[in-house]
């Protein structure tokens, strides 16, 4: 299924599902644990490429709150990657500039 979906982890989980009895512990998972010990950057594969999706595909389809008679808004993969590259940038900036004082 994650292939399918070309979700990729950074840490692969130790199997699906982990069964969790019940009285575990503090840190039990009433009805099991799914995906345990996957690490996941879920915004690098909101972005990546696949078989599936390419850049002028449209990944987001908006309308203006309290607008609905104006027509849907949309954005392809390039133009979300080139925003969320903006907000890096400017982030990675700011951080920068913060610790030069």
Same mark, same amino acid.
């Given at each position: 299924?994650?292939?399918?979906?070309?979700?990729?982890?950074?840490?692969?989980?130790?199997? #699906?599902? =982990?069964?969790?009895?019940?009285?575990?512990? /503090? *840190?039990?998972?009433?009805?099991?644990?799914? !995906?345990?010990?996957?690490?996941?950057?879920?915004?690098?594969?909101?972005?990546?490429?696949?078989?599936?999706?390419?850049?002028?595909?449209?990944?987001? #389809?908006? =309308?203006?709150?309290?607008?609905?008679?104006? /027509? *849907?808004?949309?954005?392809?993969?390039?133009? !979300?990657?080139?925003?969320?590259?903006?907000?890096?940038?400017?982030?990675?900036?700011?951080?920068?500039?913060?610790?030069?004082?």
């Amino acid at each position: 299924m994650f292939d399918e979906m070309d979700i990729s982890f950074s840490k692969p989980p130790e199997c #699906i599902l =982990r069964d969790s009895p019940t009285g575990e512990g /503090p *840190l039990s998972h009433p009805g099991g644990q799914w !995906l345990p010990g996957a690490s996941i950057n879920p915004a690098q594969n909101c972005i990546n490429i696949n078989g599936k999706r390419g850049l002028n595909d449209t990944v987001i #389809i908006w =309308r203006e709150e309290q607008h609905d008679d104006l /027509p *849907l808004q949309r954005m392809t993969l390039k133009e !979300l990657r080139e925003e969320v590259w903006y907000a890096t940038n400017s982030l990675s900036l700011l951080l920068l500039g913060f610790y030069a004082f």
